[in-house]
């Protein structure tokens, strides 16, 4: 039977796969200081300020926190004099800081797993976050000038704190979040999305890439499949978080060979108050016949391995190594089960 990674890798290169890729099996996320200070780490059912200054809220049973922009919490109050108002957080910490991430790391087994650093949010989410999503919008159009600015600032801070997490951790992969539509369209045009976000993210994953990261694992649980020309050019690997609402067996069928679909088991399909495996199974079943054993990992759209219903993860799980034993024969390696660390970073304060 083949690891976990070896799997993975036959899935997404076109080989020959023995089993389904499981969700998130193939990869161990990791996180830093860099992260947490940044991020925020606001607890469920409360709020908190970022590193960024923004002020984030996460009520209970929504799938994640989120900024208030209302106008007097907003950081960015006038585009034009950004640099004012836009103050990075720190890239550089003691060691005894990166200590039991580090530790973390160390005791991955990298023969089965891939090690990846988790980032969020990303250049798209950071624009929002500082100047709210209407601001956002109209900025790109009437101060373009300003925006590629901030944008180029954004996208050296990432860097900078690539450069300490790659010494620290010498990742394989890079599971990295940003949302870049709706369930019905992309936030941006691909055109527009061109002219701003792409350049920004290959300088970001063609820096990780440089430096010894394998995959690139990029999380937008929405639709964006007119954007997957630009994640193929941008050097993503796997778009993890493709909703149903992307035509994925499509998509599958148009660039598998070029990039892997991760998804297409909506969380609000399944990740429910009365959420049933029967329910699960339906969906994991119609997805997999769909698309096939190839450049398609089946999972729930959510940016983590854990549900916002307890359980809900673990039964799609289950669902997707039934239908590896009714597909291929095999059995499917045990333990795919919400990651703890994750779901306690996510979700109480530091």
Not at 93 to 112: C, H, K, L, M, S
Not at 162 to 173: G, N
Not at 219 to 246: F, K, R
């Amino acid at each position: 039977m083949l690891t976990r990674r070896q799997n993975v890798l036959e899935t997404i290169r076109g080989g020959h796969p023995d089993r389904f890729v499981n969700q998130y099996e193939y990869v161990q996320q990791v996180f830093d200081p860099i992260l947490l200070n940044a991020l925020g780490n606001c607890p469920r059912g409360g709020t908190a300020v970022n590193g960024w200054g923004v002020t984030i809220e996460f009520p209970e049973y929504v799938p994640g926190p989120f900024p208030n922009t209302s106008p007097e919490k907003v950081v960015i109050k006038d585009i034009e004099n950004w640099r004012e108002y836009v103050h990075a957080p720190a890239t550089k910490f003691p060691e005894e800081a990166w200590a039991p991430f580090v530790a973390q790391a160390e005791a991955i087994d990298r023969n089965e797993y891939f090690v990846a650093p988790f980032v969020a949010p990303g250049i798209f989410e950071k624009l929002h976050y500082l100047m709210g999503m209407e601001e956002c919008m109209i900025n790109f159009y009437e101060y373009p000038d300003e925006m590629h600015e901030l944008i180029d600032f954004l996208t050296d801070w990432e860097i900078e704190g690539a450069k300490e997490i790659i010494a620290h951790f010498h990742p394989d992969a890079l599971f990295h979040h940003d949302d870049w539509g709706s369930q019905r369209s992309s936030f941006l045009s691909p055109e527009m999305f061109d002219e701003f976000i792409t350049p920004a993210y290959k300088k970001i994953y063609g820096f990780w890439k440089a430096n010894g990261v394998e995959i690139i694992i990029h999380h937008s649980d929405s639709y964006a499949a007119n954007l997957v020309p630009s994640m193929i050019e941008c050097g993503i690997d796997i778009w993890q978080g493709v909703m149903s609402t992307n035509d994925v067996p499509a998509l599958v069928k148009e660039y598998g060979g070029k990039i892997t679909f991760h998804g297409g088991i909506d969380n609000g399909l399944v990740d429910r108050v009365d959420w049933t495996k029967e329910n699960c199974m339906k969906h994991v079943r119609e997805m997999i016949e769909a698309c096939g054993t190839k450049y398609y990992i089946p999972g729930t759209t959510m940016g983590g391995p854990e549900s916002t219903y307890p359980g809900v993860y673990e039964a799609v799980s289950e669902c997707i190594d039934e239908m590896s034993k009714e597909v291929f024969g095999t059995e499917a390696h045990s333990g795919n089960q919400a990651n703890p660390l994750f779901a306690r970073v996510d979700r109480e304060s530091k």
